[in-house]
């Protein structure tokens, strides 16, 4: 395991955007992950997955990154689960349920990003999230201990878990219980036509910029309606045309054409009908007064 230095971002992220990581690390195992944890000293880092959620500063990150691969990238069907590493992708793992017939996966159907992200930030629909079908999941702390968690422990809710933020999962073992393979993927295609019909998949984005509000406000791309701001363009960054709730990179843009846009649709939101927004996007290497002008914790 090595530290790289000033390693672009733009590239290792699906908006591509963001500047460069001071420190970066790339590891295959669970020692070269025990080494990389234990050589910070107790300093904070974050842990990159796919970067389908995820905003990275221009000025790019001081803050150590790693991202895990090799023996953190496998799937294993078993008869009524399927383990798998915090490195595959989501769509790998919806891919593979599916092929052989196992229920209650659509809710994941064309959605973007790895396991280990997706635990994270509790990644699925409003109504079901990825910690719904966890069994149990391994994530190691900053010492190198792993530490195995079951959901009353991660206590999920809505795009979060209260995980510690310096814990990495690791893998998991989640319930893929065997259905009617036609009736599956009847569901998954359903699914998937949506997505695609209402969604923004040909240009970079970081799919829902805000989390819904929820009842009686609905869901946030409508919100962004009612304030004027669908077709809002900043720079190189576009709040789309076919869904209000995201803003893609039209080429060549900069995080803060995407969070000058945030804050402009959030103070409007407010005013229009009294809701402040909350970002679902991760916002990396912002400095604080950036991150309270779209809502987010630092």
Known sequence: MVWETDVALSALTRYRIGGPAARFASVDTRPELTEALRSLEGATCRVLGWGANVLVADRGMEEP?????????????AYDSVEAGAAAGLP????????????????????????GGGLRMNAGSSEVGLWDRAIWVDAMTPAGDIVRLGREDAQPTYRATRVPADWVFIAARFTAAAGD??????????????????????????????????????????????????GAIRGGAQ???????????????????????????????????????EP??????FEREELASVGAAR
Not at 96 to 113: C, I, M, Q, S
Not at 245 to 252: E, P
Request: proline share 5%.
């Open 92 to 115: 790998a793992l919806v891919g593979e349920v599916r092929r052989e017939g196992r229920t209650g996966w659509e809710f994941l159907e064309a959605v973007p990003g790895s396991v």
């Open 280 to 285: 679902e996007i991760c916002l990396w290497g």
């Open 181 to 230: 393979p036609a009736e599956v993927n009847a569901k998954h295609s359903e699914r998937r036509r949506r997505k695609i019909e209402t969604q923004v998949y040909e240009l970079p984005s970081c799919g829902s910029i805000w989390k819904n509000p929820g009842p009686p406000h609905g869901s946030a791309w409508e919100l962004v309606e009612q304030a004027g701001m669908r």
């Open 239 to 277: 709040i789309t045309e076919r869904h209000a709730n995201f803003i893609a990179n039209l080429g060549g843009a900069a995080a803060a054409d995407v969070l000058s846009l945030m804050a402009e649709t959030r103070r409007r939101v407010h005013e229009a009908v009294g809701v402040w927004l």
């Open 65 to 77: 990154l790693i991202t895990l691969s090799g023996e953190f990238d496998f799937l294993r069907l």
